[in-house]
């Protein structure tokens, strides 16, 4: 596949093989003639590796998957992988109502290996735009594209007051399965109150890296609190939902992703439940002496390595005091952060920004800019601010991809039109002036 004399020119490069970029590559793979290649820098297909712990779910439903939504006989579903994989009586026996991210990430890496678009161990470094197409230069050789999908994901972000520490004692979450731990006899503290933070805590709490001295779960948060998976609140995740976001005033399109925080990163009700009840059950029943404490509504101000480990301070949103705490191991559950991926350096100056330096995105998902409407460069989990509160998550990836790809072959490859959903967000007769006036 290497192009080093730029003799063949690719449809479209993918830069990133997460599960977005997946999505795209199997549906190109197994619907179009599209000559495409989706560049990985991983040696082969993982998904957020670091945070693949025991007893974690999905917190989407497994007919979410890379292909379901606008392609269900597609030999890359859930369920085809189900049949390949012999247990799908036995899947159904399980009458699991979400999957666990183990399965999800094995489901991910069957579809991965078997596409031959996807190219591991070629990480991208940098994309040049020649007037006419892409060159991009990789690890592993370089290559030419007349079209890009930028699919990089995201990177840990760590507050400021951590980044002098960041060892093997204070650490994102995103690390946490990397290597070996040992927490025994440690005074721990988990930082961020959404799914990774209860995630690690759960994991902590049952000894998985041993047994703590004593286990702090500190969060910004008002309170632990759940993910909002209410029937109505998944109208969220519908395309007809973000049909209409996208025609709505950018200042309201804030609002709206503000107010559904915990749509998306609340903790699921099960994963809060099985907490409660570990809580409940070693100090409530085995009366255990109390060596957790949960510490909401504070917001870790600093920290401060001390010859007897580090020392904290967190301002308490409810006393409005400075709060001092102390821990021998901090981990980051802190989230992720946006920067713009280091391959686009030479092409940010021809892309169109937003007064917060935000990607202009089309509803098609292509980056707005100057070159040749016929290069055109899509980006996926690139724009919550314009498309809405699903564009990270995976419910809606089958139909951005669908959407992608239409767009790329300027016909209707997928059916993508939508039905009216169960909520009408904005009615189309409005009041005329006249009859507001009267
Ligand atoms: C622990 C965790 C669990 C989640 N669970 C859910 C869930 O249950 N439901 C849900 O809806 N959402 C979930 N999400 C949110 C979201 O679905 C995932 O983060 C998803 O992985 C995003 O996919 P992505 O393809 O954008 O990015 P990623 O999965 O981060 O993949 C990006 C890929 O790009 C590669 N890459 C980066 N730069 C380059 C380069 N220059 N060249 C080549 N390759 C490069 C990386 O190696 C990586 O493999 C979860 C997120 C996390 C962190």
């Known amino acids: 596949m290497e192009m080093n004399h730029h003799k063949q020119c690719l449809d479209l490069a993918g830069v990133g093989v997460g599960p977005f970029n997946l999505s795209v590559a199997a549906l190109i793979d197994s619907k179009t003639e599209l000559n495409a290649c989706f560049f990985e820098g991983r040696e082969s297909f993982s998904w957020h590796p670091g945070l693949l712990l025991d007893n974690t779910n999905m917190q989407t439903m497994f007919l979410k998957d890379l292909v379901t939504a606008v392609d269900p006989q597609n030999p890359y579903s859930f369920l085809s992988y189900l049949v390949d994989q012999k247990k799908f009586y036995r899947f159904l026996s399980a009458e699991l109502s979400c999957i666990s991210r183990h399965e999800f990430s094995d489901y991910l890496a069957w579809t991965a290996h078997q596409l031959s678009n996807v190219m591991f161990s070629s990480r991208v470094e940098n994309i040049e735009y020649t007037g006419e197409a892409f060159e991009i230069e990789t690890n592993n050789g370089s290559y030419l594209a007349k079209n890009l999908c930028i699919g990089t994901g995201k990177v840990p972000f760590i507050p400021d007051c951590a980044k002098p520490h960041i060892s093997d004692k204070v650490f994102h979450a ?67 939902y973000v049909e209409t976001f996208l025609d709505l005033d950018p200042s309201v399109k804030q609002s709206e992703i503000d107010a559904q925080k915990l749509t998306s990163d609340g903790v699921t009700q099960a994963a809060l439940l099985a907490i409660y009840r570990e809580l409940y059950y070693r100090f409530d029943v085995l009366k255990e002496d109390k060596w957790v404490r949960l510490l909401p509504h504070r917001t870790v101000s600093a920290v401060d390595n001390q010859p007897g480990g580090f020392s904290i301070q967190s301002h308490n949103a409810l006393s409005q005091q400075v709060e001092a705490h102390e821990a021998d191991i901090i981990i980051l559950a802190t989230g992720f952060s946006s920067p713009y991926p280091q391959c686009l350096k030479s092409i940010l100056p021809l892309l169109e920004l937003d007064e917060k330096g935000r990607y202009g995105m089309t509803p098609n998902f292509e980056l707005k800019w100057k070159g040749s409407a016929d290069n055109k460069i899509f980006a ?11 564009e990270p998550q995976l419910s809606l990836m089958a139909w951005r991809s669908a959407r992608i790809i239409n767009q790329l072959c300027q016909k209707s490859v997928f059916d993508i039109e939508s039905d009216k959903g169960m909520i009408e967000w904005v009615t189309e007769r409005l009041v005329t002036e006249y009859a507001k006036a009267s």
């Open 174 to 240: 995103a690390e946490m399965g990397l290597r070996d731990r040992d927490f025994t006899g440690k005074r721990v503290m988990v930082v961020g109150g959404g799914q990774s933070g209860a995630d690690i805590f759960l994991n902590v709490l049952n000894g998985k890296w041993g047994k703590a001295k004593s286990l702090d779960w500190l969060s910004r948060r008002s309170n632990f609190q759940p993910l909002d998976e209410a029937a109505f609140t998944n109208e969220f995740f519908t395309p007809e």
């Open 380 to 390: 996926v989990n690139a724009g919550m601010h314009s498309h809405g509160i699903a």
